[in-house]
């Protein structure tokens, strides 16, 4: 395995300090309401001709104070914090759903031991669960965005910021999700009655009762693993348990589904009732598609390049398209990890750029592998939705200039860049840095470990005014990307981010 090293020219080492930044802290991210401050900074009187090896700090003089954020506290935390989009599309799925209990109900309240009862609370729960699975394949996925990517920049602009949204989709896939297991419980708690109560042996099938309440168990495990706090405390048993529970449950479904039917088939051949059943065709068209990733295993060879103790690049040749990020692991039924692709200027293929986040990740850096397993069709993210925009603010921290640049690099959008990483020259080496000084040659480079960290809220503001761009792009970490989007869309300023769903 060939390993890629770069030692740096003289030349890199003095940044910020050829302009004077002067840059003040962070505002605390504790408080969602406290970053109302201004931040300064200062050219350096002394002129100088810098070259583009030496210039890559850009300096935005910020002295006015934010402005105040529109409406009240309240309403600002509903609008933008609780009453996200994701949750609108959770709310309206759900909603959808509980009206069709409603309907059931009506329809049945006059035989609710009956059989037919049962078979609608099966087949709803299965269509749900064919949605949750065909939301998230990656082929649905790239065909959304870029449905909605393809949208002119003459539309209106209301319409454009509406449409930027899609990456929220999750919403869909989460209330989904979570109507498959109360439509089951449904069932469970029907079923459960009716083999107390009735006297017919279709009702009183021992084994359908205890697949009933084993399917059920497995699903209020996913669902409870996958709130969001678990999700991220605990990632690895939220990763084991979506992967091995969501298999399973899916084979104990098709057993339950069998020895339903089957008690209920009368004279006809198992066969012949089970397809007339519209829960077998949302269940295999469920199975197709748990199965069509990995038909698309493989190994990706890769050359590694690394930059520092802290970032490494993995460079390969498989060809992949524009705007796209991999699945990649070391050990296909375990852990996955998502990097967004850097594509190469001439050529065929690509590269992943990967920080230290984790205990994954520092095992690659430490200890990089000669090839991976991907799966799955490259997927595409968040920032490609810049496209719909004329003039664009991208506001990155760390290995996040990873996923920009595999978008920046080859949209017609303008888009001016803010980069706020310890060394980065140092630490993500000078191909990476020129790269962001060909898409911003004015870029706004930040060496936090130098300077301290910036008010990315305050710089992103500034910039998105002085630009008069269209709308701001952030790519940071969960909290930090929380924190300006919120800062700006209390302003009236249309942000957009990862919002981690999953």
Same mark, same amino acid.
């Given at each position: 395995?060939?390993?890629?090293?770069?030692?740096?020219?003289?030349?890199?080492?003095?940044?910020?300090?050829?302009?004077?930044? $002067?840059?003040?802290?962070?505002?605390?991210?504790?408080?969602?309401?406290?970053?109302?401050?201004?931040?300064?900074?200062?050219?350096? *009187?002394?002129?100088?001709?810098?070259?583009?090896?030496?210039?890559?700090?850009?300096?935005?003089?910020?002295?006015? *104070?934010?402005?105040? $954020?529109?409406?009240?506290?309240?309403?600002?935390?509903?609008?933008?914090?609780?009453?996200?989009?994701?949750? +609108?599309? /959770?709310?309206?799925?759900?909603?959808?759903?509980?009206?069709?209990? !409603?309907?059931?109900?009506?329809?049945?309240?006059?035989?609710?031991?009956?059989?037919?009862?049962?078979?609608?609370?099966?087949?709803?729960?299965?269509?749900? !669960?064919?949605?949750?699975?065909?939301?998230?394949?990656?082929?649905?996925?790239?065909?959304?965005?870029?449905?909605?990517?393809?949208?002119?920049?003459?539309?209106?602009?209301?319409?454009?910021?509406?449409?930027?949204?899609?990456?929220?989709?999750?919403?869909?896939?989460?209330?989904?999700?979570?109507?498959?297991?109360?439509?089951?419980?449904?069932?469970?708690?029907?079923?459960?009655?009716?083999?107390?109560?009735?006297?017919?042996?279709?009702?009183?099938?021992?084994?359908?009762?205890?697949?009933?309440? !084993?399917?059920?168990?497995?699903?209020?495990?996913?669902?409870?693993?996958?709130?969001?706090? /678990?999700?991220?405390?605990?990632?690895?048993?939220?990763?084991?348990?979506? +992967?091995? &529970?969501?298999?399973?449950? =899916?084979?104990?479904?098709?057993?339950?589904?069998?020895?339903?039917t089957n008690v209920q088939k009368g004279v006809q051949s198992l066969g012949i009732v089970l397809v007339k059943f519209p829960a077998f065709w949302f269940l295999l068209v469920s199975s197709i598609h748990a199965i069509i990733p990995w038909l698309r295993l493989h190994k990706l060879h890769v050359v590694p390049e690394k930059f520092s103790d802290h970032a490494i690049r993995l460079h390969f040749k498989e060809k992949v398209p524009l705007f796209v990020g991999l699945r990649i692991s070391a050990s296909p039924l375990k852990e996955w990890h998502s990097f967004a #692709?850097?594509?190469?200027?001439?050529?065929?293929?690509?590269?992943?750029?990967?920080?230290?986040?984790?205990?994954?990740? @520092?095992?690659?850096?430490?200890?990089?592998?000669?090839?991976?397993?991907? @799966?799955?069709?490259?997927?595409?993210?968040?920032?490609?939705?810049?496209?719909?925009?004329?003039?664009?603010?991208?506001?990155?921290?760390?290995?996040?200039?990873?996923?920009?640049?595999?978008?920046?690099?080859?949209?017609?959008?303008?888009?001016?860049?803010?980069?706020?990483?310890?060394?980065?020259?140092?630490?993500?080496?000078?191909?990476? #840095?020129?790269?962001?000084?060909?898409?911003?040659?004015?870029?706004?480079?930040?060496?936090?470990?130098? %300077?301290? +960290?910036?008010?990315?809220?305050?710089?992103?503001?500034?910039?998105?005014?002085?630009?008069?761009?269209?709308?701001?792009?952030?790519?940071?970490?969960? $909290? =930090?990307?929380? @924190?300006?989007?919120? &800062?700006?869309?209390?302003?009236?300023? *249309?942000?957009?981010?990862? !919002?981690? %769903?999953?």
């Amino acid at each position: 395995m060939e390993l890629i090293t770069k030692s740096l020219p003289a030349s890199a080492l003095p940044l910020s300090q050829s302009h004077g930044i $002067k840059i003040s802290p962070l505002p605390s991210l504790d408080e969602a309401d406290s970053d109302n401050r201004p931040i300064s900074t200062t050219p350096d *009187p002394v002129n100088e001709k810098h070259n583009s090896r030496t210039a890559l700090f850009c300096p935005v003089e910020i002295e006015a *104070p934010l402005p105040k $954020k529109s409406h009240g506290r309240i309403f600002r935390h509903v609008r933008h914090t609780f009453f996200t989009v994701y949750r +609108r599309l /959770f709310t309206a799925v759900f909603i959808l759903n509980m009206v069709g209990v !409603i309907v059931l109900f009506i329809r049945y309240h006059k035989s609710t031991n009956s059989p037919a009862l049962l078979a609608d609370f099966a087949n709803i729960a299965a269509a749900n !669960i064919m949605v949750a699975l065909l939301i998230r394949q990656d082929y649905i996925v790239n065909a959304l965005f870029k449905i909605c990517w393809s949208m002119p920049v003459s539309a209106p602009f209301r319409i454009r910021r509406i449409i930027c949204k899609i990456y929220e989709y999750g919403g869909v896939y989460s209330g989904v999700a979570v109507c498959s297991v109360i439509w089951f419980a449904l069932f469970t708690g029907f079923f459960t009655r009716n083999f107390s109560l009735s006297e017919s042996a279709t009702m009183r099938d021992p084994a359908i009762l205890t697949f009933t309440y !084993i399917l059920l168990l497995i699903l209020l495990s996913l669902v409870i693993t996958a709130y969001p706090r /678990f999700r991220f405390s605990s990632h690895n048993m939220f990763e084991n348990m979506y +992967r091995w &529970g969501g298999w399973f449950s =899916l084979a104990l479904f098709w057993v339950e589904l069998v020895l339903f039917t089957n008690v209920q088939k009368g004279v006809q051949s198992l066969g012949i009732v089970l397809v007339k059943f519209p829960a077998f065709w949302f269940l295999l068209v469920s199975s197709i598609h748990a199965i069509i990733p990995w038909l698309r295993l493989h190994k990706l060879h890769v050359v590694p390049e690394k930059f520092s103790d802290h970032a490494i690049r993995l460079h390969f040749k498989e060809k992949v398209p524009l705007f796209v990020g991999l699945r990649i692991s070391a050990s296909p039924l375990k852990e996955w990890h998502s990097f967004a #692709c850097i594509p190469v200027r001439e050529g065929t293929g690509g590269s992943v750029l990967i920080s230290n986040a984790g205990d994954w990740t @520092k095992q690659t850096i430490q200890s990089p592998r000669a090839y991976y397993w991907i @799966k799955g069709i490259p997927v595409t993210g968040v920032l490609p939705m810049a496209r719909l925009f004329k003039k664009v603010i991208v506001v990155t921290t760390g290995s996040g200039i990873g996923p920009c640049l595999g978008v920046i690099q080859d949209i017609q959008t303008k888009c001016r860049v803010i980069w706020s990483t310890p060394s980065p020259m140092a630490t993500y080496g000078w191909e990476i #840095c020129e790269a962001v000084k060909r898409v911003d040659q004015n870029a706004v480079i930040i060496d936090t470990r130098r %300077d301290g +960290r910036p008010d990315l809220l305050g710089l992103a503001w500034k910039l998105y005014n002085l630009e008069k761009a269209e709308a701001v792009f952030v790519i940071s970490n969960p $909290k =930090l990307t929380r @924190k300006v989007i919120y &800062g700006l869309e209390s302003r009236g300023v *249309p942000a957009f981010g990862p !919002i981690w %769903d999953s």
